[in-house]
């Protein structure tokens, strides 16, 4: 960045995605909202903000059902931790929801690994398509980060979601799914080669690039793929008495610390 972006951009607003004029309309991604884009739903909208493309039935379908199938209302959860506490701490709904879904940028589920297995299925069916071996680039994966994220999952050996998206696929019609069947293909020899089986991060992933995703939009749109499950857990929590939710006695916290503090 220059001196001279800095002064282009001073004193307005540059932008290609939208604008309120108010009293009179909003535009938004170049099309009017209240004209063009009134009959869309919700999420149609939010993919549309992210990817400028509109979807087709099958498709919006899909989207909404990677959603549904991974919205848990279970409190030991962990973003769904974290809205509970916040409901025992009688803190507000927006500030609950922002906690856990901020929650959900993590190392081990969520964004960073459906970012990260996108990228792979691209990098991998690119290097497929240019004649090279899929186990051969699994073993270079391996090699070089230890670990392919969308397969193998702490807690559990299998994951339940797999088969309902797997029927959910077979049962409407998408119009590419090489990335998806790539992704059983690596779930094939991971299984074999590490007795490790897929969980459902590598087949939303693969359905992402299959759907036209580059890994920053589709990391962006799965930014509220668990938030469904937080309500329910934010309103028990807030029902109950207040500061109910694992409450922790003051003797079972093992304290190594200094015996006194200045202060």
């Not at 001279?4 to 099309?31: C, P, W």
Request: glycine share 6%.
């Amino acid at each position: 960045m220059s001196i001279a972006d800095l002064f282009s951009h001073e004193n307005k607003i540059v932008t290609e995605m939208g604008r309120s004029y108010l009293s009179q309309r909003v535009v938004y991604r170049g099309k009017d909202l209240h004209h063009d884009l009134k009959n869309l739903s919700w999420l149609e909208l939010f993919a549309y903000g992210i990817t400028g493309r509109q979807f087709s039935e099958s498709e919006v379908k899909l989207l909404n059902f990677i959603w549904v199938s991974t919205s848990y209302p279970d409190k030991s959860i962990w973003p769904n931790h974290i809205t509970a506490l916040a409901g025992t701490a009688r803190t507000t709904p927006p500030l609950a929801l922002a906690a856990g879904i901020a929650s959900c940028e993590a190392a081990i589920f969520g964004g960073k690994p459906f970012k990260v297995a996108i990228d792979f299925f691209k990098r991998a069916n690119s290097y497929v398509s240019d004649g090279g071996e899929l186990a051969d680039f699994v073993d270079a994966e391996l090699k070089q980060h230890k670990v392919i994220f969308g397969y193998g999952r702490p807690l559990a050996s299998t994951d339940e979601r797999v088969p309902h998206l797997i029927k959910f696929v077979k049962e409407n019609s998408i119009n590419s799914l090489e990335h998806f069947n790539l992704a059983i293909k690596v779930a094939i020899l991971l299984k074999a080669k590490k007795h490790i089986n897929m969980n459902v991060a590598a087949l939303y992933a693969a359905l992402g690039a299959d759907l036209g995703f580059d890994a920053e939009s589709f990391h962006m749109y799965m930014t509220l793929c668990f938030v469904a499950g937080m309500p329910p857990c934010y309103i028990e929590a807030k029902q109950d008495v207040e500061g109910a939710f694992l409450p922790v006695r003051c003797d079972r916290v093992e304290y190594t610390g200094e015996s006194q503090r200045p202060w």
